[in-house]
């Protein structure tokens, strides 16, 4: 091919490519769903999500049985009318607190026998703690609460008194990251990860399903546009869609969920255009093989929404996952992000957390692309 005929054919791709563009923008603007898919489902979710799930145990309902009240008693118990974490009720006799936690009326129980201040005096004390294990991750949260406002009495009942406390260490803990400790604050930015998992498979994967339905990829099967044409012109819209949605996510995050960003935007929207990538890529997959928005839909929830929830890191910690489970978590481009937003939100630019992870997105990125590419062809069976 001559050097004229080679600018002429590079000058009808970008045209035809121009020409596509323009015409999957007119159709976002005349089909609002793609905007829904990429704002509105998103701000959904983290409403949904963000305000719903909770690994904070707060204002539990507590039973306290003080089955003979003294000074002591009353300090001890003092101690749990004043803690955000409880919400004690008094009871009479176990009997009744266990009936009470039986019906889920509590949530746990602390039990002073009646011998509590003799044996207080005496140099030990058993306090009777019962938890309601239905809910493990629960139970072992309320458990160890108690265990930190007994300490907490005990120290300071002996320094009250002038006296050492029964306790030969005493632990000073520091908080990197996160020092409040609130769980919005890591979860949250696993959330935008995950819900971005999801709406970018699915703008790719229904959209292109939907013109397979409506007869119009058919159309544009018989033009003189390429097969790399037409992925270019179905990934570029919908990546400025994606990115836009990003944006609001990580804006919610900050000023609605007010979670910390301690990094840099610029890096952010680095990783999240990766991500995007890869997600997108997910859809193009998609859709080479569904042409039903239904069946693209579902598919899509199932190979992305539901792993990244389960196996991203962000809700249940991989290193707690048997090994093979482990192995399987890094087929998962949440796993990644997952990692690299909850750095950049809490700790910052973190170079050896946040390079490792956003290359191995570059990979899953071009894997994505690739095999789309490759699933793809310009014919109508």
Do not use: C
């Not at 089955?67 to 919400?87: C, I, L, N, V």
């Not at 009871?91 to 009744?96: A, G, P, S, V, Y």
């Not at 959209?207 to 044409?229: D, F, N, P, Y």
């Amino acid at each position: 091919m001559s050097e004229k005929a080679q600018i002429l054919s590079g000058a009808g791709s970008l045209g035809r490519l121009n020409g596509l563009l323009r015409k999957e923008f007119a159709q976002i603007a005349r089909d609002p769903s793609s905007i829904a898919i990429a704002f509105l489902l998103p701000a959904m979710l983290l409403l949904i999500f963000g305000y719903g799930v909770s690994l904070d145990a707060k204002n539990v309902p507590l039973a306290l049985v003080v089955e003979k009240p003294g000074a002591a008693a009353a300090s001890f118990t003092a101690s749990f009318m004043h803690s955000p974490y409880f919400r004690p009720r008094r009871f009479l006799t176990i009997e009744k607190a266990e009936r009470a936690m039986a019906a889920r009326e509590v949530e746990g129980i602390v039990w002073l026998r009646a011998d509590f201040t003799r044996r207080l005096a005496a140099g030990g004390a058993p306090i009777g703690v019962i938890v309601n294990g239905v809910d493990a991750n629960d139970a072992r949260l309320i458990e160890g609460y108690l265990q930190q406002i007994s300490a907490g009495w005990i120290t300071a009942r002996a320094e009250d008194r002038g006296m050492p406390a029964p306790m030969p260490i005493r632990v000073q803990p520091r908080v990197w990251f996160n020092p409040s400790l609130r769980s919005r604050n890591t979860l949250v930015p696993g959330l935008i990860a995950i819900i971005m998992t999801l709406s970018g498979a699915l703008l790719t994967a229904m959209v292109i399903a939907r013109e397979w339905e409506r007869g119009t990829m058919e159309a544009l099967m018989v033009t003189r546009v390429s097969i790399h044409e037409i992925l270019l012109a179905k990934l570029i819209p919908y990546f400025t869609l994606g990115m836009g949605g990003m944006a609001a996510s990580v804006a919610m995050a900050v000023w609605l969920f007010g979670v910390p960003l301690h990094g840099s935007l610029l890096l952010l929207a680095a990783a999240s255009a990766l991500f995007l990538l890869a997600a997108l890529g997910m859809g193009l997959l998609i859709s080479s093989f569904a042409r039903n928005q239904f069946v693209a839909g579902q598919i899509a929830i199932i190979a992305t929404f539901l792993p990244a929830f389960i196996l991203s890191g962000f809700l249940f910690n991989i290193d707690s996952m048997p090994a093979p489970i482990q192995a399987i978590t890094y087929l998962i481009a949440a796993r990644y992000f997952v990692a690299i937003l909850q750095t950049v939100f809490l700790a910052g630019d973190l170079w050896s957390v946040i390079l490792p992870n956003m290359a191995a997105l570059a990979l899953m990125a071009l894997l994505f692309l690739g095999a789309a590419r490759l699933l793809a062809r310009k014919r109508l069976d």
